[in-house]
């Protein structure tokens, strides 16, 4: 039989660790977009408009990897209750 060992405190941190670099994705992309916004106002035509659709493209994936970030701390997190309810489960089988 196979042994399964879950340490519920380490879970919790990466879960805790995952969504906080979520956010720390999030804020570093809104620091560089503010930063970035008052170098484009200067360029104008085709150039602006490459910057424009290369941006967005950025823009879709950055957001894909925030989201995946998140999800993933929100998963951990799930499992770390999962695992702690089977736990509680398990316990009070045997009286505890």
Known sequence: MSEI???FAELQQASDDLQAAAQ???GELDDLEGKIQKLIA???GEAQESYHTAQ???DAEAAKMQETAAKMGMAVGAANEA???GEKK???RFGG
């Open 5 to 7: 060992n879950v340490n």
């Open 24 to 26: 720390k994705i999030q």
């Open 42 to 44: 200067t360029w104008e």
């Open 56 to 58: 967005r493209e950025w």
């Open 83 to 85: 695992f702690q309810a």
């Open 90 to 92: 398990n316990a009070g």
